[in-house]
């Protein structure tokens, strides 16, 4: 069994900065990839960003050069680094990882970017 605990958000102002960590515990295996998505109220949920464990690393176009993605492997922990951040960017944002064709789910934690 994996477990995947997402932290870090609350409410920001436009241009303000947010960093969101992601911790999985349990059977992990060391070939997997972990991601962020997120859903905003009425929408579907999309793709933020990807990570693998040999730190290979992937962005929607909405959030490249914004939104930086790493991960610490001895702590099967990603950090999501959100800075020069938009309205737009409201939404509760989950985090995944995926082995062995599985994919493990957060509850997902609420970013609000507002004056």
């Known amino acids: 069994q994996v477990q995947v605990v997402e932290s870090g958000g609350g409410l920001v102002q436009p241009g303000g900065s947010l960093r969101l960590s992601c911790a999985a515990s349990?059977?992990?295996?060391?070939?997997?990839?972990m991601a962020w998505y997120r859903q905003a109220p009425e929408k579907e949920r999309e793709l933020v960003a990807t990570?693998?464990?040999?730190?290979?690393?992937n962005y929607a176009d909405s959030v490249k050069g914004r939104f930086t993605l790493s991960r610490d492997n001895a702590k099967n922990t990603v950090y999501l680094q959100m800075n020069s951040l938009k309205p737009e960017d409201t939404a509760v944002y989950y985090c995944?990882?995926?082995?062995?064709?599985?994919?493990?789910w957060g509850q997902g934690t609420q970013v609000t970017v507002s004056s």
């Open positions: 995944s990882l995926n082995q062995r064709s599985f994919t493990y």
């Open positions: 349990g059977s992990i295996i060391n070939i997997n990839v």
């Open positions: 990570i693998t464990t040999r730190g290979s690393t």
